[in-house]
């Protein structure tokens, strides 16, 4: 049983349902394994993880549309199609090494991301993320309005919106931006955040998904929330403790999981397979360890979110309670009267 004081005036974490239109569904939370040509050799990798992968994956539409990887993906999903703005961008996400970008940024429009989406034909449920790139900013309302239009002519498809900031000298979004239009999120099977742009720490990002739930709530939605960029052993719990959903990113590609942190993975190789293992081997391992570690977080969060109890967390279930006491407390009282303010009298729910 939770502590009593464990047990605030928000519960945040929940087990929610992505429906797809062909009836499918996908319980969360859920961490979804994501392949991109910022990492290399991308589809060899892709290809080697068809032994072990059985769920969800994400990959790029800018990558599909220029060969990086190829369907296809008919081993696991559902799959999840993603925006393609990550594929152009110069800047790191959280977990990123240093790679280069793969593809010219006037290599991708708004066109080219609608003809990926209207030949692709997954052998799974699919979910497609409506269109970024780096030199786009607009509002939110556009953005809406954007995604919309993308998505028409694929009601086969589940509809994704990642919500962007909207000018080029915002770093992060505008969360009370975001909230004054939640009313017009009903027709999208989930809402997507970059980690990178919802907050300057972990705690400024948690409170700010918090509040997009508890708007979301506000007018009678359980959408899920997909944090993109977001896979690790630590700062997932915290994001999943704080109202998000789905997470996706590529630390599982890049590092080793083991004991709740997130390490080297020569390090993992040296403790774990001994000196004398040759690189590909260690990579291989680690991609297959990662996987499984990632399937046990996910029972641990389920179980969390049944229960409420912080003991369920093998690790990190101090500092998990303590960050979720700060969260509540500011978003339970102080920002209550924000959201009531931000959101428009008739999007409320009755």
Request: net charge negative; hydrophobic share 40%; aromatic share 10%.
């Amino acid at each position: 049983m939770p502590r009593s004081e464990d047990i605030g005036l928000l519960t945040l974490a929940e087990r929610r349902i992505m429906k797809f239109p062909n009836g499918d569904e996908l319980r969360t939370p859920v961490l979804v394994p994501s392949f991109s040509s910022r990492v290399s050799q991308i589809d060899t990798i892709l290809r080697a993880s068809e032994q072990f992968i059985d769920g969800p994956l994400l990959v790029s539409a800018f990558d599909v549309g220029n060969n990086l990887i190829s369907p296809p993906f008919d081993f696991a999903g559902p799959v999840f199609l993603d925006s393609g703005g990550y594929e152009l961008t110069k800047e790191s996400d959280l977990s990123d090494v240093g790679s280069e970008p793969p593809g010219d940024p006037g290599d991708w429009s708004l066109e080219r991301h609608r003809n990926v989406l209207s030949s692709w034909k997954p052998a799974t449920a699919g979910a497609v993320v409506s269109y970024d790139h780096p030199l786009l900013r607009v509002s939110i309302e556009e953005q809406i309005e954007q995604a919309l239009g993308l998505f028409d002519s694929r009601p086969d498809l589940a509809a994704e919106l990642l919500i962007k900031p909207e000018t080029h000298d915002q770093r992060f979004l505008d969360v009370r931006s975001a909230i004054s239009h939640v009313g017009k999120l009903a027709p999208f099977h989930a809402i997507g955040i970059t980690e990178k742009e919802i907050g300057n720490s972990v705690l400024e990002r948690m409170l700010n998904v918090a509040r997009l739930r508890s708007a979301l709530r506000n007018v009678g939605l359980n959408t899920p929330i997909h944090v993109f960029g977001s896979l690790d052993t630590i700062t997932t719990l915290f994001y999943f403790i704080a109202g998000a959903d789905i997470f996706d990113g590529l630390t599982w590609l890049r590092y080793a999981f083991k004991d709740g942190r997130t390490i080297y993975r020569q390090d993992y190789g040296i403790t774990d397979l001994g000196i004398s293992t040759k690189a590909p081997k260690v990579e291989a391992r680690c991609w297959s360890n990662n996987y499984q570690y990632m399937k046990d977080m996910e029972l641990e969060m389920q179980r969390f979110a049944a229960s409420q109890d912080f003991n369920v967390f093998k690790y990190h279930g101090d500092l998990l309670r303590s960050a979720y006491k700060k969260v509540d407390a500011e978003v339970s009282t102080k920002w209550a009267a924000v959201v009531e303010d931000h959101i428009p009298t008739g999007a409320r729910k009755v």
